[in-house]
């Protein structure tokens, strides 16, 4: 079994995954992400046992990462004093998304990272392994989930989040399988803009350096 590995607070990993569908009618072109073919995307948080504890799906192919978490409940739950996370905890992301208080994201890689920073992103890439692990074991159950051929689209969603649900039940029952190869759907940086919150920016910035820090003295 795969764990997160990083350091106390960390409650979950998030990270985004294109559902491949067949082209709809309507709309087609807005499906069409970054790689090419027609999906949706599932946005989850998965925790050190690989259970799905957050699942959004439905937000067209051609949406980035960081918009989806901006239209998702989860962003609502990462804002204070939304009491959804307390004090200290936090769930872990790529550079697709922002820095948050409670949204740890490595550090910009504009290759003058110092020790310290290079460490800090190498124990979180080693810890969000976990989400994708996750994913890949989602599709190795359902294997449905390699091209969905629904022709009411709009019904995609919710099957995709069912399954996301069974996944767990299966995780609870120690059900076995093996796992799709690995995916990497979000390697795109997130770049801060004024709209956003500054005072949450700072707070995940001081965070992040606390964590760095935190490894530099181990």
């Known amino acids: 079994m795969y764990a997160l590995v990083f350091c106390a607070g ?18 087609a072109a807005s ?15 998965c925790n050190h046992n ?7 799906a439905g937000e067209v192919g051609s949406v980035h990462d960081a918009c989806v978490l901006r239209r998702s409940e989860l962003f609502r739950k990462l804002q204070p004093p939304s009491g959804h996370f307390t004090a200290g ?7 697709a998304y922002p820095l948050l208080e409670h949204l ?5 890689d504009t ?21 994708e692990r996750s994913f890949a074991l989602l599709k190795g159950r359902f294997r449905r989930l390699k091209m969905l051929t629904m022709s009411l689209v709009k019904h995609i969603p919710s099957v995709i989040v069912a ?4 996944h767990n039940v299966c995780i609870e029952m120690n059900d ?30 001081a965070k992040r350096n606390r964590l760095a820090d935190m490894f530099m003295t181990r």
């Not at 690989?50 to 959004?56: A, E, G, I, R, S």
């Not at 399954?163 to 069974?166: A, I």
């Not at 979000?186 to 803009?193: A, G, Q, V």
């Open 10 to 27: 960390v409650v979950g990993c998030v990270d985004g995954c294109h559902i491949p569908i067949a082209a709809p009618h309507r709309d």
């Open 31 to 45: 499906y069409v992400n970054r790689k090419g073919f027609h999906s949706v995307v599932l946005q989850a948080v």
């Open 50 to 56: 690989m259970q799905f504890t957050d699942c959004y």
């Open 89 to 95: 905890t936090h769930i872990l992301g790529d550079p």
């Open 104 to 108: 740890i994201t490595p550090f910009k």
């Open 111 to 131: 290759g003058r990272l110092s020790r310290r920073e290079l460490a800090f992103n190498a124990k979180l890439s080693g810890a969000r392994c976990t989400i």
């Open 163 to 166: 399954c996301c649900v069974l």
């Open 176 to 205: 076995a399988v093996e796992c799709e190869p690995l995916e990497t759907d979000s390697d795109d940086i997130f770049h801060t803009t004024a709209a956003d919150s500054r005072a949450a920016y700072r707070a995940g910035l």
